[in-house]
């Protein structure tokens, strides 16, 4: 069988994008151990990120943020809480929301955190060259902003 434009390769974008995050997603992990953060795993990112920008969201806003569905958001906010990464409490104006707070622990491993990625950033900067590493960025945005709308 010969290959053909289009055919399922290890050079297929998302193939390498997946395999990319796979591989940053371990190097971070690595990292977060070796800073004695093991409990912070790199999928957390998508709530706490919004979450060290604004603490304190409602639930359904974290998702939002995250880009998560309600039932992701749920089973997520469930393992940073047994983590000991958030907290949730009743919104005093809405008994119906929850609202998602950081814990004292992950404000302590705050730090932590934004060096590990900063130095997981200049190392994958150091390999590409910066108009590269720019470009990178922003297609990356553009890939993840797909079909969405304003």
Do not use: C
């Not at 969201?57 to 958001?73: I, P």
């Not at 929850?98 to 200049?122: H, K, N, Q, Y």
């Amino acid at each position: 069988m010969t290959e053909r434009s289009g055919s399922l390769t290890s050079d297929n974008l998302g193939f390498l994008l997946a395999k990319a995050s796979q591989r940053w997603n371990e190097l971070l992990y690595e990292q977060f151990v070796a800073a004695g953060a093991a409990e912070v795993r790199p999928a957390y990112g998508s709530l706490l990120i919004p979450l060290y920008q604004e603490d304190g969201l409602r639930q359904g806003e974290v998702a939002r943020r995250a880009r998560l569905s309600k039932q992701t958001m749920t089973t997520m906010a469930r393992a940073l809480e047994r983590a000991g990464l958030i907290e949730r409490r009743l919104d005093p104006t809405d008994a119906r929301a929850t609202l998602v707070f950081l814990s004292r622990r992950a404000r302590e491993v705050r730090p932590v955190i934004e060096g590990v990625v900063a130095a997981l950033d200049a190392h994958v900067a150091s390999v590409l060259q910066p108009r590269t590493s720019s470009n990178l960025t922003r297609a990356l945005k553009a890939i993840a902003d797909l079909d969405r709308g304003p």
